[in-house]
């Protein structure tokens, strides 16, 4: 008898494939519903840390523009009506109303102030909603796959048990291959999990970081076109 156990477990393939190829349907199924989420996580991580970098170069360089001693009308007519930044964008629905607000004999129309405030923290929201596109999708993964992982392995503990009561053997051979496929499933909801939790509390911070920016900006802008509405 311990002859025969010690051949089957000799015998029983470990590795990742020989696991997969035991488990069943419903098991591989989870199994590539992890794979792929893993994936899909990972590709909204990559565009996102791009999507970061291109908006901080593109603010870092329209400030630098717009500090320089620049007049702003002639920045905006530089830029035009079709920014190609985020930070631009703030800039021209402020610079848009701001020359909206001007009546034709040059006098202001009443609550220019307020119309401009709120053409850009509508652009600023926006933006922000552009910026964090993608990020729920990482949030969804990191809450959820453990627990699609989890039903995996519930599912595959359960055959295993069928199986072993089917075989009316409890030896360790028996038992381990079957746990040890169902186990399987856990690993790839964590491998799927983790990074996807810990990347977006990373991105959220940094889209929260990118947005802080643009409403610094838009309080400075709105704070020089109120001295000149006051002027």
Known sequence: ?????????????????????????????????????????????????????RARNEQARFEAAFWSGEPLDELYDKIGADPGGRAEAVFVAGMTEWRRSHRGDGGLIPGAQARIDRSMDVAITKE?????????????????????????TVWGIMNAFIEIAEQQNTNLAVVAPGIAEALLATGLGLLAAIPAVVFYNKLSADSDRIV????????????????????
Do not use: C, N
């Not at 015998?11 to 199994?31: E, N, P, Q």
């Open 128 to 152: 922000a909603d552009e910026l964090e596109k993608g990020l729920p999708l990482l949030a969804t993964i990191g809450s959820t796959a453990p627990f699609v992982g989890l039903f995996g």
């Open 212 to 231: 802080r920016g643009y409403e610094s900006f838009a309080d400075e802008f709105a704070t020089i076109l109120s001295r000149q509405l006051d002027a």
């Open 1 to 53: 008898m311990e002859t025969e156990t010690l051949a089957l477990a000799q015998s029983a393939d470990f590795s990742l494939w020989g696991l997969y190829a035991r488990a069943t349907i419903t098991v591989k199924l989870v199994m590539w519903l992890l794979i792929l989420s893993s994936f899909w996580g990972w590709a909204v991580i990559i565009q996102k840390h791009i999507v970061f970098r």
